[in-house]
């Protein structure tokens, strides 16, 4: 294309890339890129004030020149990849591409390292802007390489494409500022131990645990097994069955998270992040009611907390909703070895003793049951809309074998 038919600013955005990749920012002057551009000095600054405005609008072209390398790359590569050898794959042709583009360009990166300091605040916050927008691209890719491989990382794409690209920009700092020799054998070596970093801690994602309720004869009979042997494990049954919490929930749960709404009491859960989640207490559990808001097994056993509580020295001790017999808070371990004493008689379908995780799944199938709409429900259990398939399917194998039971009377 000639220059004439080139817009005067892009015109001057592609001389200062040159100019600034083989001079450096310092060497270049605006009116050696004016003068190369064919324009007035003049019409320069009209369009971009002073030198460091046309400096931010050449790291935006690069920037978006960078994004569009990538996305190509993303759209190439990720439809294709579907095992953790094609996540290395992706993550090779990702770091060499990204560190040829930054060789390209040498004196117009060692400029940027010498020079940042000098910068005004307005073009540093720019260009942390598109960097950020760079690390996006990125982690949308690497999500998705996740995704099709059924990989899962411990840390969310975002940080991984920011920790990705913070590593190849310090090596190519390093390679165009210094002996990297003295560092890294040569790229190859560099590439292939970032690589390795990163994909030694990806794993496999588990199968999705199968949905494995408990009757409601049964679940009747472990509520009054439960009963026998006390207050506190009557309570702890009856959220396990009432309020579908998991066993780990019970052990976060402290004096102030069982509240009362109108006729129904609310327990406040917690996960390890310190989201909050509340959950209302069932007075129902499929087919039997167990007392009311003011009067169930959770708060006949808080009444003999009253006696527990003149015991206690100290005060973070007092806050826990459940205590072992030493005034602790209740483990997990000791509300397992509870719900193996109530639950030691029965058995699944297979043969193998019930699992604690079974309660949550009785829950939600019984809430399910019930007809609560699906947002509703995700809010209550803290379930992802994406694992809800496997709770609808269960439910409609109970539904169908009673429409069929049903068709027999």
């Known amino acids: 294309m000639s220059v004439s038919r080139i817009p005067t600013r892009q015109r001057i955005v592609n001389t200062a890339l040159e100019l600034f990749a083989s001079k450096g920012i310092t060497e270049t002057t605006t009116r050696q890129i004016a003068d190369f551009a064919q324009v007035n000095?003049?019409?320069?600054?009209?369009h971009f004030g002073n030198k460091h405005g046309l400096l931010l609008a050449v790291l935006q072209e690069c920037l978006q020149k960078y994004l569009v390398l990538a996305q190509v790359g993303e759209s190439l590569m990720v439809s294709?990849?579907?095992?953790?050898?094609?996540?290395?794959?992706?993550?090779?042709?990702?770091?060499?591409?990204?560190?040829?583009?930054?060789?390209?360009v040498p004196?117009?990166?060692r400029s940027l390292v010498g020079e940042a300091g000098q910068y005004p605040l307005e073009s540093r916050q720019a260009l942390a802007q598109g960097i950020n927008q760079v690390n996006q691209t990125i982690a949308t890719a690497i999500n998705d390489v996740l995704v099709n491989s059924r990989l899962q990382y411990s840390l969310p794409p975002i940080k991984l494409a920011?920790?990705?690209?913070?590593?190849?920009l310090g090596y190519a700092v390093i390679t165009l500022t210094s002996d990297v020799q003295a560092i890294w054998r040569d790229r190859d070596e560099f590439v292939s131990t970032l690589v390795d970093m990163f994909v030694q801690e990806v794993n496999p994602i588990a199968q999705a645990q199968p949905i494995n309720d408990i009757s409601a004869e049964t679940v009747r009979e472990i509520l009054l097994q439960a009963k026998k042997c006390g207050a506190k494990d009557y309570a702890i049954a009856y959220l396990l069955f009432g309020a579908g919490l998991t066993a780990l929930d019970i052990t976060r749960l402290r004096l102030k998270d069982y509240q009362h709404q109108a006729n129904h009491g609310i327990l406040l859960t917690r996960d390890a992040?310190?989201?909050e989640r509340s959950v209302p207490l069932n007075q129902k559990i499929l087919g039997h009611r167990y007392g009311s808001a003011t009067n169930n097994p959770l708060s006949a056993y808080l009444k003999?907390?009253?006696?527990?509580?003149?015991?206690?020295?100290?005060?973070?001790?007092m806050k826990s909703l459940f205590l072992s017999s030493d005034g602790k808070p209740l483990s997990l371990e000791e509300i397992e070895q509870l719900w193996e004493r109530w639950t030691q008689p029965y058995r699944n379908l297979s043969g193998l003793p019930l699992t604690i995780d079974q309660p949550r799944h009785t829950w939600c199938i019984e809430m399910l049951s019930r007809g609560i709409d699906v947002d509703s429900f995700c809010i209550i259990s803290g379930i992802r809309p994406k694992e809800l398939q496997a709770y609808q399917t269960r439910l409609n194998q109970k539904l169908a074998i009673d429409k069929a039971i049903a068709l027999d009377s």
Do not use: M, P, W
Not at 41 to 46: A, D, H, K
Not at 82 to 103: G, N
Not at 162 to 168: E, Q
Not at 304 to 317: A, Q, S, W
């Open 304 to 317: 003999t907390r009253k006696h527990e509580l003149k015991d206690l020295k100290n005060i973070e001790d």
């Open 273 to 275: 992040t310190g989201n």
């Open 107 to 109: 004196e117009l990166v």
């Open 41 to 46: 000095e003049v019409t320069l600054f009209r």
């Open 80 to 104: 294709d990849i579907s095992s953790q050898s094609d996540l290395r794959r992706f993550l090779k042709y990702y770091i060499q591409s990204s560190l040829r583009a930054l060789e390209s």
């Open 162 to 168: 920011n920790l990705l690209n913070t590593c190849i």
